[in-house]
């Protein structure tokens, strides 16, 4: 493959297929070729190339530059290309895959919210059997974020976890992880501290009864310090903020993914004034996989903050 590396006859489509006709040749070649075979790599490093408009346009322009020399047309030049490291520019899902994706849990939020305006419960007076089904509930949910991942980023285009990020982080040091729990947490603190001294204060979603039942506490436990945080790193990071960040870049990406992070955190009315540090600290979140290429730093960083939230509420 290292002398006759060329994308576009690799794939069978010209160097005029759009973006589309690169992305069906992909899916159909990557169904046919047997996961780990020598076929199956070439189809994946040429759709790593011809899969992202930039690589692409970088491609075509070495590409253009041999042959006006007079030189072979596949060049080992675009396997350089294609072995970068995958960041989110070569995910294969669209901004439609995650339109779709977020119909239902966007559907559930505009429930959730309708439920706590109407009804006017104090969920402080709920019954251990409320705690219990409003958890199991919770379960559910988070296992859906995960079904319409694991449909729309790796079934539908046969893709790996991988893509996700989950992989060894790149170009950042040991303490990287910890900078990001660091200003989690500072974020949180600023925010609630300035609410404070504006004469307001700020209610959690976590009802302080709670911690009065057994059940709901495990359940609690379970949920915020295992479930939720890969639920939702998986879900917000690995697969909301790469899909944007490849449309629309970067920032726009972070910005997008911490709006919606934040908006899927809404419930009664007394907590809506902790959802703009909630998106924060999902921006915060995001600039981690995207300087990092891995979704552990984050995922680390959601694991220590939850859990951290989750024993303060002993002590209120």
């Known amino acids: 493959m290292a002398t006759d590396f060329d994308p576009y006859r690799i794939l069978g489509v010209d160097r005029r297929a759009s973006a589309d006709d690169v992305r069906a040749a992909y899916e159909r070649l990557s169904a046919e ?3 780990g075979s020598e076929r199956r790599r070439e189809v994946e490093a040429s759709y790593a190339v011809l899969g992202s408009e930039d690589k692409r346009r970088e491609y075509d322009s070495r590409l253009s530059l041999r042959e006006s020399r007079g030189m072979p047309a596949a060049s080992a030049e675009a396997l350089n290309l294609a072995g970068e490291p995958a960041g989110y520019k070569n995910v294969p899902w669209t901004m439609g895959d995650v339109a779709l994706a977020l119909i239902l849990p966007l559907l559930l939020v505009v429930l959730n919210v309708g439920a706590a305006i109407t009804t006017d419960t104090d969920i402080d007076d709920l019954t ?79 009802p302080e009864n709670i911690y009065d039942y057994a059940i709901p506490v495990v359940m609690l436990g379970l949920l915020t310090i295992i479930v939720a945080p890969f639920a939702e790193e998986v879900f917000f990071r690995g697969f909301l903020f790469q899909g944007a960040a490849k449309r629309w870049g970067m920032w726009a990406g972070i910005g997008f993914s911490a709006f919606i992070f934040g908006l899927a955190h809404a419930g009664a009315p007394e907590s809506w004034l902790l959802l703009p540090a909630i998106a924060a600290i999902g921006a915060i979140f995001a600039w981690g996989i995207a300087k990092s290429g891995s979704i552990y730093p984050s995922l680390f960083a959601h694991v220590v903050f ?11």
């Open 306 to 316: 939850n859990s951290v939230s989750f024993f303060i509420g002993f002590t209120e």
């Open 128 to 206: 251990e059997t409320d705690h219990i089904v409003g958890l199991a509930f919770g379960f559910v949910l988070e296992a859906a974020l995960l079904a319409f991942v694991y449909y729309f980023a790796v079934r539908k285009y046969r893709g790996s976890w991988s893509s996700l990020g989950f992989r060894r982080p790149e170009n950042v040091r040991w303490w990287f992880p910890l900078a990001i729990v660091g200003g989690s947490f500072l974020t949180i603190w600023v925010w609630v501290g300035l609410l404070y001294v504006l004469g307001i204060a700020p209610e959690s979603n976590i």
């Open 33 to 35: 070729a047997p996961a």
